[in-house]
């Protein structure tokens, strides 16, 4: 069964320095999602991206962060200069028609 | 007022037993719902997605929507110690900012063998 991969799995880092979070979204998906969940909280949405530019980004998403599509298959979300505060699950999801949503495992970042 | 709202729980039920799980919700413009299950520490699995009010079976769940109370619900019938997991509810619009996942805050289940 296809399935949105995350890598990965966990990243630590120190506060300032850069991370890319890396997912490979289901192949014929065309709509493309990143999410987060700070531990115990709810998921929240970050930013959507479709047609190689971004649809919808929430208050969350600010300049430290960017989203890309370097290539045909991987969809990255970088974050610049990473803060306690940025410590939190991100999962990737993917969708071929804007309604289902699939997740990935998701990438446990750890800022320390 | 929260934009979608669910009992965070815990609930726990017996196996076989018949779970409900419940969120309302504000915005109008939500006409996407789905059901999502999340075990610890692993990504949300899409588990029903509905989109016109009434109910719609999948094997053992059901989700039944109420768009005129604003109400959604996930019925599991038959209920396995493997149902065990938090239960997010999520709702999206047609348009603009309402087209991004709203989701509730999760109802974590555990179903006793």
């Known amino acids: 069964e296809p399935e949105v991969t995350q890598t990965p799995s966990h990243q630590v880092t120190q506060m300032g320095q850069e991370v890319i979070l890396r997912c490979v979204p289901i192949s014929n998906h065309l709509y493309f999602y990143w999410y987060r969940q700070i531990l115990g909280q709810k998921v929240e949405f970050l930013v959507s991206?479709?047609?190689?530019?971004?649809?919808?980004k929430s208050e969350i998403f600010d300049d430290q962060f960017s989203v890309e599509r370097p290539d045909g298959s991987n969809f990255t979300l970088k974050i610049r200069s990473t803060k306690l505060e940025d410590s939190a699950m991100y999962f990737c999801?993917?969708?071929?028609?804007?309604?289902?949503?699939?997740f990935g495992a998701g990438t446990r970042l750890s800022v320390l | 007022q929260k934009e979608v709202e669910q009992d965070p729980g815990p609930l726990s039920v017996p196996e076989g037993a018949i779970v409900s799980l419940n969120c309302t919700y504000s915005?109008?413009?939500?006409?996407?719902f789905m059901w999502y299950r999340q075990y610890s520490r692993k990504g949300p699995e899409l588990l029903m997605y509905?989109?016109?009010?009434g109910n719609k079976e999948d094997g053992r769940f059901t989700a039944q929507v109420d768009k005129s109370s604003k109400y959604i619900s996930l019925f599991i019938r038959d209920s396995q110690p493997s149902d065990s997991a938090t239960y997010l509810c999520?709702?999206?619009?047609?348009?603009?900012?309402?087209?991004?996942?709203?989701f509730g805050s999760g109802t974590q289940l555990t179903v006793l063998p």
């Open positions: 999801a993917s969708s071929e028609d804007r309604k289902e949503e699939y």
């Open positions: 915005n109008s413009a939500f006409q996407y």
């Open positions: 999520a709702m999206s619009g047609f348009s603009g900012s309402a087209r991004q996942l709203t």
């Open positions: 991206f479709y047609n190689n530019e971004i649809s919808e």
């Open positions: 509905t989109y016109s009010s």
